[in-house]
């Protein structure tokens, strides 16, 4: 469980989503993401997951789409946010509040951004994060296979683009479109999803962790296939973050239930 119900309270703010305020490709259709079953790398007793249709975007949120985010919505400026909601690398990358400068490409995706940043943003649009079901669900496809994991090359692809320096920089579109027809969930940037501190475990249960602000330590206990690295490292990463945390090469993108189209 989120522990977020005093933290949420104390942010107020109005968004402008019917503005003109976010860059032309993330006006983009999303991509339906036809539900099903699978059994995640920690899964209770190799327990299936039941994951129902969604709607995700195509690509991760750009520069550009941010900047015009933070511009209807001053109090998320570099200089102006809380500290509660993001610590002192948030958009460190960017000239100023208001300006990308030289070395930022508007269509790279936005990084260094908190998950209170990148979920107040989605909810502007009318949106949400993906939950981390719906992201590895959508993730285990290639370019012709909904679950690509059966493919003994596939998470070999997958680990090469990880060492890859600094794909943060490249622009989205750069990987492949896959199946569900979503681009750069792999050899791009990490992504927040809504649930990401409910993954690894840090004792013998989920509710035995002394932290409870939205940290989860990494653990190998239960994980169904000791040799996905893959996914160890995803899982592993984003248990090893906190909310207001903002890391030069972890970005988001938006989902939304099927039926709220």
């Known amino acids: 469980m989120l522990n977020l119900k005093l933290k949420i309270g104390l942010l107020i703010v109005i968004c402008f989503p019917g503005t003109q305020i976010f860059a032309q490709d993330q006006k983009e259709e999303m991509a339906y993401v036809k539900g099903g079953s699978y059994i995640p790398l920690y899964g209770a007793d190799s327990a299936w997951v039941k994951v129902d249709d969604f709607l995700l975007d195509p690509y991760p949120v750009t520069n550009a789409a941010f900047l ?37 490409s508007e269509r790279s995706p936005v990084t260094n951004v908190s998950w209170f940043a990148a979920k107040r ?23 012709d296979t909904p679950d ?9 692809k997958i680990l090469s683009w990880y060492e890859t320096p600094k794909t943060f920089e490249n622009n989205i579109g750069s990987t492949f479109k896959n199946y569900w027809g979503v ?40 994980a169904t296939d000791l040799m996905n690295y893959a996914a160890f490292m995803r899982y592993a990463f984003r248990g090893s973050i ?20």
């Open 68 to 104: 015009n985010f933070v511009k209807e919505n001053p109090e998320w400026k570099k200089s102006g946010v809380k500290k509660l909601f993001a610590d002192e690398r948030y958009l460190y990358n960017w000239e100023d509040d208001y300006s990308l400068g030289e070395n930022v």
């Open 121 to 143: 943003f989605c909810e502007c649009q009318g949106k949400r994060l993906p939950t981390l079901d719906e992201w590895e669900y959508a993730a285990m496809a290639d370019e």
């Open 148 to 156: 690509a994991r059966v493919k003994e090359s596939y998470n070999q």
């Open 183 to 222: 681009y750069d969930l792999h050899g791009l940037v990490w992504e927040w999803t809504l649930d990401f501190n409910t993954v690894l475990l840090s004792g013998e249960s989920r509710n035995d962790s002394g932290d409870r602000n939205l940290f989860c330590g990494s653990s190998a206990v239960g």
């Open 242 to 261: 906190k909310a207001r945390y903002s890391i030069k090469n972890l970005g988001f993108r938006c989902a939304r239930d099927s039926q709220n189209l």
